[in-house]
């Protein structure tokens, strides 16, 4: 298989370890091309982790995680590269508070490209335009209402126009309305751009709608993996009570509040 017909993500079985203590193990995962995957499990189970993987911030105890059919680098300069078709919205927005929006959403392309400051400032008027706060530019982020903090923060993972988009935790701290503006946006963004987007989450139910693939974590690993009808039917007792958030059941939440990560 060549690069250009690889998956957009190929995880091959990996495990993941942390302070000495392998946190997910056996991971055998595929992210097609133009798809949007939800990584769905319960706080403490390893989303987290695995995203860190992803972006190369965690070197993998065993097996591999490629990335549009390269491995993940661990040399700084190739990962720095590789690092530039990854967009990340943070669960915290990461805005930074001294700067208006359309500076926050023009760092990226100051910091790793040599455009012409006109050109920098058409660019952002698009990114802020695709998530409908063009008129919101001159603003800070202390002015700003949460969902449109978190729609300014999706611009700026944008900025580079990066094929692969993951999204940690979304929704957090955002109201139903809030929610689904953002939810619909991902959807939006990732047919018009062609992107591949993952959307690490235990926002479950309004995740799904959206989502062509959903896999679940869970006691240290991936536990289901399949289309969201397949999910949504499934008579797997761990599944089914992460699904229906019930607090006795194979998935021991009390281990889990211990601190692994999340």
């Not at 001159?138 to 611009?155: C, H, I, K, T």
């Amino acid at each position: 298989m060549t690069p250009a017909d690889a998956p957009a993500v190929h995880l091959s079985g990996l495990r993941l370890d942390r302070g000495g203590r392998t946190i997910l193990r056996d991971i055998d995962l595929s992210v097609p091309r133009g798809s949007i995957t939800a990584v769905l499990g319960p706080s403490g189970s390893g989303k987290s982790t695995l995203l860190a993987a992803l972006t190369g911030e965690l070197p993998p105890a065993a097996g591999s995680v490629e990335v549009f059919g390269q491995p993940v680098p661990h040399r700084s300069r190739a990962l720095l590269d590789m690092r530039k078709g990854i967009g990340v919205l943070l669960q915290g927005n990461g805005l930074l508070t001294d700067l208006s929006v359309a500076d926050n959403v023009a760092l990226p392309l100051r910091t790793h490209t040599k455009l012409p400051e006109a050109l920098i400032r058409r660019l952002v008027d698009f990114k802020l335009n695709a998530v409908g706060l063009r008129a919101a530019a001159d603003a800070y982020p202390r002015e700003l209402s949460g969902g449109m903090a978190r729609r300014v923060a999706l611009a700026r993972a944008l900025a580079l126009d990066p094929p692969l988009m993951i999204y940690d935790e979304p929704l957090t701290g955002l109201d139903p309305i809030a929610s689904g503006v953002i939810m619909s946006l991902i959807q939006r963004l990732n047919d018009t751009l062609g992107l591949t987007s993952i959307i690490v989450t235990h926002h479950v139910h309004e995740t799904l709608p959206i989502a062509d693939q959903a896999v679940v974590i869970a006691n240290g690993g991936l536990v289901f993996s399949g289309t969201p009808a397949e999910l949504e039917a499934t008579s797997d007792p761990l599944v089914k009570q992460f699904l229906r958030g019930e607090p006795d059941g194979p998935i021991a939440f009390d281990t889990v509040k211990r601190g692994e990560a999340a």
